[in-house]
């Protein structure tokens, strides 16, 4: 399991997606629950206001620092304890920080399983490519002097040009 905390290679993949749009969904619900908390407990309104509005905050923080490695990860799965123990003073928080918690770690382990997918079918696709265009140009005058075909910045340049959104 640890290993699907790791961040995924891809920069704007699918598991930092899916885990910074838990969390930030997640501190929005903290916060109604406050409010909720606000009227159910009214002897502990200050507890309650910083106990939310810290949760909140490092929820969405934790949301904004998933590009930078594996600890975020980790911290996005400790900040779910007191979104649970909110519980204490919001009964239903019990039940819905549980659910939280279970999307959270779901979010993030198949947001790395589909970016490993989508890592192996483009690393089929350049070879596939590759193989082609070595194929099809044969060997050459330069060929010896260029390596036979498509260097790995040309490959990249015609990514780039390729995923270019249409002029208008």
């Not at 749009?21 to 206001?49: I, K, S």
């Not at 799965?77 to 909110?86: F, M, T």
């Amino acid at each position: 399991m640890t290993r699907f905390l790791e961040p995924s290679s891809r920069a704007h993949g699918a598991q930092r997606i899916l885990g910074a749009t838990v969390l930030v969904v997640e501190a929005f619900v903290v916060l109604f629950a406050v409010l909720v908390a606000h009227q159910l407990v009214p002897d502990q309104r200050a507890f309650t206001w910083s106990w939310g509005l810290l949760t909140s905050v490092a929820l969405v923080a934790c949301s904004g620092m998933l590009k930078r490695g594996a600890v975020p990860y980790y911290i996005g799965a400790v900040l779910q304890v007191p979104v649970i123990l909110l519980g204490v003073q919001v009964p239903a928080m019990w039940a819905v920080g549980v659910i939280f918690a279970i999307l959270y770690v779901y979010s993030v382990v198949k947001g790395h399983q589909l970016d490993g997918e989508k890592d192996a079918i483009d690393a089929a696709h350049w070879r596939a490519e590759a193989s082609a265009e070595g194929s099809a140009a044969g060997p050459g005058p330069d060929a010896s002097a260029s390596g036979g075909g498509a260097t790995e910045a040309d490959r990249a340049e015609r990514s780039r040009q390729s995923h270019r959104p249409p002029r208008a």
